[in-house]
């Protein structure tokens, strides 16, 4: 790896910068038609022309990129550093997330080239340190592009640290929710999804999600268990109400790195739902003893032993 490096010429490296501010032409003009046509990151299409153009955000992050890439054709090494490190963010999101896996590939892809760019921006200041042929005085416009970089850098630092802070402290609790602590947010999710019938009551709910609560939760109502997930923007749900579970058993115990496991199986069709509940402030146990109630059957351990439904 060091010798690849050390053998890099000077017009190669320049070549990895003016490759770089390629790519990022090309993404701008892929940006530019799927944002025309409402196209996001799962794939989904919903819009038109004006999608884009009343998109504000991605048209100011889509001329930064394209900047930025000019800014690596002439050889800017932060710009360098700033597109490498978006795109690699940008493919962990994606990977995370519900991204269709093409968008997923491309991104990676762009990754390699950026990544290529800043190893030729490091070269080619290396090698015309060395150069008397290249004069080592640096321009004024690129000294106002590092310095334009710099307070972009700091701007968006600023705006993930607040989206960050904003979706920790409004995504998905650690532990499960119950009746009286289900957030405000939790419940317009849930009314998003279509998931609650009208006059249905949740009485506990926890979501596996990092970030966004859409991505899996589990339900238990005073009617029934419901377990959701989403994918390529569709969510897909499954629910056995109460009086239609003949089997539950807890497959898994959680720990402090797992959730609790429970099995579900319906009477009317005979399949299973899995609910996933966290063991955390004792939620799971919680949770699985309100099915007890709700469903009057006994829970299955993993030992094989069956624990009977309380007294009155």
């Known amino acids: 790896m060091a010798n690849w490096f050390r053998n890099i010429t000077l017009e190669q490296a320049d070549n990895y910068c003016r490759s770089a501010f390629l790519a990022s032409v090309f993404f ?8 025309s046509i409402g196209i996001s990151s799962n794939g989904q299409r919903s819009g038109s022309l004006s999608t884009y153009l009343l998109d504000f955000e991605r048209m100011i992050s889509t001329a930064l990129i394209l900047g930025a890439g000019f800014a690596v ?8 550093i700033l ?19 093409i968008f ?37 416009w690129r000294k ?12 968006l630092t600023i705006l993930i640290a607040f989206g960050a802070w904003s979706e920790i402290r409004n995504g998905p609790s650690a532990a499960v929710s119950f009746k009286d602590n289900i957030s405000q947010k939790t419940i317009e999710v849930l009314d998003q999804l279509e998931l609650i019938d009208e006059g249905e009551e949740v009485l506990a709910f926890y979501s596996t999600a990092v970030f966004d609560l859409k991505d899996e939760g589990f339900i238990l109502t005073d009617r029934r268990a419901i377990g959701y997930r989403s994918g390529d923007g569709q969510v897909s749900s499954r629910h056995i109400a109460y009086e ?9 115990e959680g720990g402090v790195t797992s959730e609790t496991v429970v099995q579900i199986r319906s009477l009317a069709d005979g399949k ?5 509940l966290s063991p955390e402030n004792d939620g799971d146990e919680i ?16 030992q094989q032993t069956v624990i009977p439904r309380p007294q009155d």
Do not use: Y
């Open 28 to 35: 701008a003009i892929i940006d530019v038609i799927a944002g």
């Open 73 to 80: 054709k002439h050889h800017a090494r932060f710009w360098a």
């Open 83 to 101: 597109l490498f490190a978006f795109f690699i963010a940008n493919s962990v999101m994606l990977a995370m997330g519900h991204g269709r896996f």
């Open 104 to 140: 997923i590939i491309v991104s990676f892809i762009f990754c390699f080239f950026f990544g290529r760019s800043l190893v030729g921006t490091v070269v080619w200041h290396r090698l015309n340190k060395r150069s008397e042929e290249v004069p080592l005085r640096t321009p004024i």
């Open 144 to 155: 106002a592009l590092s310095a334009l970089g710099i307070l972009v850098t700091i701007i």
């Open 244 to 252: 239609n579970i003949g089997h539950i058993e807890v497959l898994n």
């Open 272 to 276: 299973s739902l899995i609910l996933k």
């Open 287 to 302: 949770a699985i003893d309100l099915l007890r109630a709700k469903t009057g059957k006994q829970i299955i351990r993993p």
